[in-house]
């Protein structure tokens, strides 16, 4: 490693521009951080692949400013209709679950992934960073406080020196191979999946079709939202090679439904899947970092991959603009110890529903509350402190819920609004916490802290002051006496503090944001 790179830094250099790239892109540059995105293609993504995104990652898109496009490009999944000789049997493959004032988008949304990677480049667009297309990342060096990339491109090769280095670049990832991080699982090369976009003649765009056939085989038809087009899975035999034109294609699926006018046409994007279950061994190597596939790859099954790489970026996203404000560097190291526990849980559960797809098992095809990834959180993370404190119904660690209240006009106020964006939020319940709003100085760098009170009489010291008239609030959080909840700008429950609430707010924050430079004056932080 050498001294010191010759070259003039940005932040962050951005390598892979799918999902996961662009978001966390555009998390770091609203938070200041000066960012290039590459990408070796000449252009977006172009096929349906990743396909449902759950409710948890739709909260990340709304935080992240995109959530309108991806509403308007999907709609809600169709039931199944499991097609057996001349029958045709509904299935619903998940409830529909009602908005509820904890979960404003309780369902999986089905958009094709070309769309939401649109939705992504568009509003990192806004924020004035374009993706720097048929660039290609042909190596880096690590130096004590930056890292140098080489990079050929329409321009030829470049040097671009960063902070740090964030690979997105994908299962085969350039960036994780360099680094020298082991990429341990399995690749069943026997087991082969067809999958296609294209027009298909007569089937009605109300279900998501499928032929199950014995051995595991099956053709599937799911109508993308807004279009003639379905993606369509067909499941090989063991062993059996794919033929992907569309006279093949077309005989394979006669054979397979016995449907001789299920013809595909007008194919577009056409791929072959084989299983491969693989995790990184580590997320870090200095300060080069790995998210979304460059760091786990899942079967299709559960739709799990694409927002498991977007909460990688919303993870590591507000870590790294805290660090370059001058937080611990040891908050970087809590990225992969609390995303790779994540990324383990889902590919068991991928795993085993694409395994249960070969035995016709029901439950590979049920999606519930495990796939919606609402419930996953950082617990045994090393953010959570031994005595950290819990209320009834939450622990440290927990994704904060969403609720309704009153604000100081009477009007409703979603917690979620006052989430939004890069700050950290202190809610004060009661008001003996109200009150302990005034022990929380904060560092003038990096993310700023945005206080509110709820039900306290001392409205002074909040930036934002609701009330809880029926309780709503309460329940949902599970307080029953006054408490100081600091809240991540991820989303997570940071603290949870009944007693010495200042004091022990600030002890928890302290891992997390730069030091306080001078005594600040009381009652008074930047607000968010």
């Known amino acids: 490693m050498k001294t010191e790179p010759k070259t003039e830094l940005i932040d962050v250099l951005v390598v892979g521009a799918g999902p996961t790239g662009t978001a966390l892109a555009i998390d770091l540059t609203r938070r200041g951080s000066t960012v290039r995105i590459i990408d070796k293609a000449?252009?977006?993504?172009?096929?349906?692949?990743?396909?449902?995104?759950?409710?948890?990652?739709?909260?990340?898109?709304?935080?992240?400013?995109?959530?309108?496009?991806?509403?308007?490009?999907?709609?809600?999944?169709?039931?199944?209709?499991?097609?057996?000789g001349p029958l045709t049997i509904p299935w619903h493959m998940q409830s529909r679950n009602d908005v509820t004032s904890d979960v404003p988008h309780p369902n999986t949304w089905l958009i094709p992934q070309f769309r939401t990677d649109a939705a992504l480049r568009a509003g990192l667009q806004r924020m004035g960073v374009a993706v720097e297309?048929?660039?290609?990342?042909?190596g880096f060096e690590q130096y004590p406080d930056a890292v140098?990339?080489?990079?050929?491109?329409?321009?030829?090769?470049?040097?671009?020196?960063a902070r740090y280095l964030v690979g997105a670049d994908g299962g085969a990832s350039t960036v994780r191979?360099?680094?020298?991080?082991?990429?341990?699982?399995?690749?069943?090369?026997?087991?082969?999946?067809?999958?296609v976009d294209a027009a298909v003649d007569v089937l009605s765009r109300d279900r998501w079709h499928v032929w199950p056939r014995p051995g595991g085989r099956f053709v599937g038809a799911c109508p993308l939202p807004h279009s003639d087009r379905f993606q369509v899975m067909i499941r090989l035999n063991l062993g059996e090679e794919p033929a992907l034109d569309e006279e093949s294609l077309n005989a394979r699926i006669h054979s397979q439904t016995g449907d001789k006018g299920f013809r595909l046409s007008d194919i577009g994007w056409k791929s072959v899947?084989?299983?491969?279950?693989?995790?990184?061994?580590?997320?870090?190597?200095?300060?080069v970092f790995i998210a979304g596939d460059a760091a786990h790859v899942h079967p299709p099954a559960g739709a799990q991959g694409l927002n498991t790489g977007l909460q990688d970026a919303y993870n590591l996203?507000?870590?790294?603009?805290?660090?370059l404000a001058g937080a611990p560097d040891s908050l970087l190291d809590t990225y992969e110890a609390e995303r790779q526990p994540i990324a383990a849980g889902v590919l068991g559960l991928s795993t085993k529903k694409y395994e249960?797809?070969?035995?016709?098992?029901?439950?590979?095809?049920?999606?519930?509350?495990?796939?919606?990834?609402?419930?996953?959180?950082?617990r045994g993370g090393p953010l959570v402190t031994a005595d950290a404190e819990r209320t009834a119904t939450l622990h440290v660690g927990d994704r904060a819920p969403d609720a309704k209240l009153l604000d100081a006009t009477g009007g409703a106020q979603l917690l979620f609004d006052l989430f939004a964006g890069p700050h950290f939020t202190a809610i004060?319940?009661?008001?003996?916490?109200?009150?302990?709003?005034?022990?929380?100085?904060?560092?003038?760098?990096?993310?700023?802290?945005?206080?509110?009170?709820?039900?306290?009489?001392d409205q002074a010291n909040a930036h934002v002051v609701l009330a809880d008239i029926t309780d709503s609030f309460a329940r949902t959080y599970g307080l029953t006496e006054s408490t100081l909840l600091l809240i991540r700008p991820d989303g997570y429950i940071g603290s949870i503090a009944t007693t010495n609430m200042g004091r022990a707010t600030l002890a928890y924050a302290a891992a997390m944001t730069p030091a306080i430079e001078a005594p600040a004056v009381p009652g008074i932080a930047r607000k968010a």
């Open 42 to 84: 000449a252009h977006a993504f172009d096929g349906s692949r990743a396909k449902g995104v759950q409710p948890r990652s739709l909260e990340v898109l709304e935080d992240l400013g995109v959530l309108d496009d991806i509403l308007a490009g999907g709609a809600t999944y169709p039931p199944l209709g499991i097609h057996a």
């Open 133 to 138: 297309s048929e660039c290609e990342l042909a």
């Open 148 to 161: 140098v990339a080489t990079v050929t491109g329409p321009d030829g090769v470049e040097e671009i020196g």
């Open 177 to 195: 191979k360099t680094a020298g991080i082991g990429f341990e699982g399995s690749t069943d090369e026997a087991d082969r999946m067809i999958i």
């Open 273 to 287: 899947f084989r299983p491969n279950i693989r995790l990184a061994d580590r997320y870090r190597s200095g300060r």
């Open 317 to 323: 996203g507000w870590k790294l603009g805290q660090v």
């Open 356 to 378: 249960g797809l070969a035995k016709l098992d029901p439950s590979a095809i049920k999606r519930g509350n495990d796939e919606r990834q609402l419930s996953l959180h950082y």
């Open 428 to 457: 004060a319940y009661g008001p003996a916490a109200v009150e302990e709003l005034t022990a929380l100085s904060w560092p003038s760098a990096g993310a700023g802290l945005k206080k509110v009170a709820i039900n306290g009489a």
